[in-house]
């Protein structure tokens, strides 16, 4: 786990993660929620996108949205591309918007009919932007800023993995619950 490869090493722009909602990590995460006043930003000036889930069965698509147009992923999507349009007519709007915005939107629904489902998994994405780690997900409050990371750290980084993925692991451990079979969909440019 973090062992980079030589021809992607630093070039990695997302780790989109399924797990099982573990009683230890869905206690977590509604114990961080109850702190939490709901979020609302928008504007060019948010450090991260974020889309609360308001669609049933949507946890890969917003995962995959989250992964597609946060971070250093979003310098590789090409103009005209359905992505980028939702991306942009997404930046102005706050959730409410947002969500309005994803239930009307064709191509959205095209990709979420083609995601194949894996029910009882959870979708969570970390990516790196504006020199932090973040863990996204659709079924909180909002966008969760887990620390700084240096520049030349990416999101498989050992410190990113203690504060994210590593994290998860071991709430999960200390919880006592049983051995996570944990998924990891990674996008890279080769060096």
């Known amino acids: 786990m973090g062992h980079h490869s030589g021809s992607v090493s630093l070039h990695r722009r997302l780790e989109l993660v399924t797990t099982p909602l573990t009683p230890a990590w869905d206690r977590n995460r509604k114990a961080e929620d109850a702190t939490k ?6 504007g060019a000036d948010e450090p991260v996108i974020w889309f609360k889930q308001t669609i049933g069965h949507a ?21 005209g591309f359905d992505l980028l349009a939702i991306r942009n007519a997404t930046i102005p709007l706050g959730m409410d918007k947002r969500a309005e915005m994803l239930l009307s939107n064709e191509p959205f629904e ?3 009919k083609f995601i ?18 973040w863990e996204l997900e ?7 800023e887990r620390g700084i990371l240096a520049d030349d750290k990416d999101v498989l980084s050992p410190r990113a993995l203690e504060m994210g993925l590593r994290r998860i692991i071991e709430l999960n451990a200390y919880g006592g ?10 996008l890279a440019r080769r060096s």
Request: proline share 6%; hydrophobic share 30%; aromatic share 6%.
């Open 177 to 186: 619950g049983e051995s996570l079979l944990l998924r990891c969909i990674a």
């Open 116 to 133: 194949e489902l894996d029910g009882g998994r959870h979708y969570t994405r970390f990516v790196k932007s504006h020199g932090k780690l």
């Open 110 to 112: 095209r990709a979420h």
């Open 138 to 144: 659709g079924t909180g409050k909002g966008p969760l």
């Open 37 to 42: 006043e709901p979020y609302t930003g928008s």
């Open 59 to 79: 946890c890969g698509p917003i995962g995959l949205l989250h992964s597609a147009i946060n971070g250093p992923a979003v310098s590789f999507i090409k103009q």
